[in-house]
């Protein structure tokens, strides 16, 4: 356990750079501000925004004059996370620390060709040891996917990047943002991928666990926590929990990002997940990326004053 040092903010704004969802005519509300699809709009009338099986957020804190921009995850494809950065008005050279969120293709592919654009120099990369290990999943029926991140995150341009190999809590951004580092797995349901694998020494093992998750931790002023997830492989009940306990504050004011509730294996601890969350009692919530149809529809129908509708676009603003 770290020493509490996490600042609560004035402000927060998480924009959802890539996700897997997007919906032009979705409406803004108070806390979330939707892209204007006037304003985006093609000359065949279509947003230019693009949506793929990948996650990548922009965490923008401000306390008193300070103003710190963090991105998590870098999505699945060079094209989609620079493309919607660019329709998004968001300057890559903005950014002042990189985060992993874990290992997976599907958060760390886009990441070569972000550093490539980057013109900073010597810009955090914080990422768990296990988040640059060959990762794949063995179905049942023997059919193999690979999910390792690219090769070339080995070899990053030093003179742009520091990388900072961790397992523990690490605070960036003036200690207005706590990255979690490894999340204990506390909760009886929360069990892992039983067909994950990770390739240690040239053997792959089996690894449910994939204990290189972890989550961005933002305390608004008077609110509560924010919580950004790539894909919450630890669970969210766990990933919660721990936010937490790493902070000393209970209330929980919105929970962003993926809650990796999707496929047979996830879905029959949905309801487990919903009572316990029921119980910390978010004020928000915006599953997306691998949360899953099913999930996010039961949370929308068990939790509908907290339920907000993901999409590629969205900012969420919470002041304090």
């Known amino acids: 356990m770290v020493q509490n040092q996490l600042i609560a903010v004035d402000e927060v704004k998480v924009t959802i750079i890539m996700d897997n969802t997007i919906d032009v005519f979705t409406a803004s509300e108070e806390h979330v501000h939707r892209f204007d699809s006037c304003e985006l709009q093609t000359e065949d009338g279509f947003s230019p925004l693009i949506a793929e099986h990948g996650f990548s957020a922009l965490v923008q ?136 694998y990770t390739k240690r020494k040239e053997r792959w093992e089996n690894d449910p666990i994939i204990r290189d998750d972890q989550c961005l931790i933002v305390h608004v002023r008077g609110k509560g926590l924010v919580i950004i997830t790539g894909c919450g492989h630890s669970g969210m009940i766990n990933t919660i929990r721990y936010a937490q306990a790493l902070t000393e504050v209970e209330p929980i004011l919105a929970v962003v990002g993926g809650f990796h509730l999707t496929g047979k294996v996830f879905e029959k601890i949905i309801p487990d997940t919903i009572s316990e969350l029921q119980k910390i009692n978010p004020t928000y919530l915006m599953p997306g990326h691998c949360t899953g149809w099913t999930a996010i529809g039961q949370i929308s129908h068990h939790m509908p004053e907290a339920f907000i509708p993901n999409n590629v676009g969205t900012t969420l603003v919470f002041k304090a």
Do not use: C, W
């Open 61 to 196: 804190m401000k306390s008193g004059d300070k103003q710190k921009t963090v991105l998590l995850d870098a999505g699945v494809s060079p094209e989609g996370i620079l493309h919607n950065m660019g329709t998004l008005g968001i300057q890559i050279n903005d950014v002042q620390a990189i985060v992993l969120s874990h290992g997976h293709a599907d958060h760390t592919l886009g990441l070569p060709a972000l550093i490539e654009k980057l013109e900073s120099q010597n810009v955090p990369l914080i990422a768990h040891p296990d988040a640059f290990l060959e990762r794949k999943v063995i179905y049942l029926n023997g059919r193999e996917m690979n999910f390792s991140p690219p090769q070339e995150i080995n070899a990053l341009d030093p003179k742009k990047i520091t990388l900072m190999k961790k397992s523990d809590s690490t605070y960036l951004a003036d200690n207005m943002l706590l990255v979690s580092g490894e999340i204990p797995r506390i909760t009886s349901f929360e069990t892992g991928f039983p067909y994950h």
